[in-house]
């Protein structure tokens, strides 16, 4: 295992794809707010819905969450250029995963997937080549890195597209039901809109969105197929670019495939000199043991974690429970509907709320369709009451779909929310089961 972990290879593929994360982070943090994307989310609602437990992350006041996306920004261009490299890299790497935790309405698991990354490449020497740090401290230049190196990025992409494709494999998505939903969408599309609603369109993106979760990795690591899962690569995620329009991730995907070509590939394409040294000598580093115990346990929790539904009692596509972080992407389409009875202790009176008062319209319907929307929701009504000195109890008429099913209760409507703690690692009793 160490000889094969800890040989020195070319560092090439690393230093290119330095250069790729940092252009592609810097045009996500400019781009979100070129796109209205940062008002919609953090500026113009009322309050966000944090990831639960991380209440205390809150959007900064006024326009300074703009501020905030330039200065993730310009970590970008400084990772690019390599320049202040680690600072950067974790700089941006928590302001990013304070973007991400401090607001769930527009979750994607792409931007779970960047949050892990810019963590990961915080500790990778991406700078020690083709960087002002190496071009200042010539100490710190190097062309080589170890193998580990490389395959801490394969192995994450191996999980991310394993746990895809076999989330895949459930009745919805084998009949096409969901993938019909979500063409619907695109109809309006130029050009392609009717294209995307035919049969044999979703038939196709049914079993290529499969195969191609679940086999594009090894292929792309065996020679002989490489350069063909590499055009299907490119198919693949320019196809979810102009469809999806899912900002940077399409790219960012194609980027990561450096790393599965010989590594003189890469640097006779983008880097000189053409050629380098690597020693041959198995030289292990002092700490090797903790960089193993360290990548043991990551690796661990991104096997587990995706799995952790299945410890609940309940179905994760009816009660979300254990949904996120599992890359189950694409799977599902929920709509619902939902009020609010406020009952006031102190005088018995009740009240419903308007949702409209408080919500976006995007924050509406997560709060009718998902239930940790739905609990938090009612813990900020209870804290807002509470502050005035009411002590009221919370309950909600609830239904909801799944897909082309039925409308179904899916909120105990006898239960008091703003009673009720929210259980993480075990089911919620107040989600009712679907009929």
Known sequence: MNQFLFKKIDNAQLIVFRVFYGVLICAEAFGAIATGWVRRTFIEPRFTFSFIGFEWLQPLPGNG????????????????????????AFAFAFMWAGAYLMQKTSYNNHYYLLMLLAFIMGFLPAHKSHSV??????????????????????????????????????????????????????????????????????????????????????????????????????????????????????????????????????????????????????????????????????????????????????????????HRLSWRMMLRSRSGTISYRIVNHRNNAESIVNLNDYLTKKQRRKVACYPDFTWQFAQYLKKEYNEKGENISIFVNSRVKVNQGKYHTFIDPNVDLAAVPWKHFSHNEWILPRD
């Open 65 to 88: 969450m703009y501020f905030y996306f330039v200065l993730m920004g310009i970590f970008g261009i400084f990772i690019t250029l390599g320049f202040k490299y680690r600072f950067s």
């Open 133 to 322: 740090d190496a071009h200042y401290n010539t100490g710190l230049k190097t062309h080589q890195m170890f193998n580990y190196v490389r395959w801490i990025i394969i192995l994450q992409l191996f999980i991310v597209y394993t746990y895809a494709s076999v989330a895949k494999l459930y009745g919805d998505w084998l009949d096409l039901s969901i993938i019909e939903i979500l063409m619907r969408s695109k109809k309006d599309y130029f050009l392609i809109g009717e294209f995307l609603q035919q049969k044999w369109v979703h038939q196709m993106i049914g079993v290529f969105g499969i195969l191609f979760d679940l086999l594009v990795v090894p292929a792309l690591l065996w020679k002989p197929t490489r350069k063909i899962a590499f055009a299907l690569s490119i198919f693949f995620h320019l196809f979810n670019s102009i469809v999806f329009q899912i900002g940077i991730f399409p790219y960012l995907s194609l980027a990561f495939c450096v790393f599965f070509f010989n590594p003189q590939t890469i640097r006779n394409i983008f880097l000189k000199p053409k050629r380098v040294p690597v020693s041959e000598n198995l030289k292990l580093p002092k700490n090797h043991n903790w960089i193993l115990i360290a990548l043991g346990t990551y690796f661990i929790v991104q096997l587990l974690l995706p799995l952790r539904h299945h410890t609940f009692n309940s179905d994760v596509l009816w009660t979300e429970e254990g």
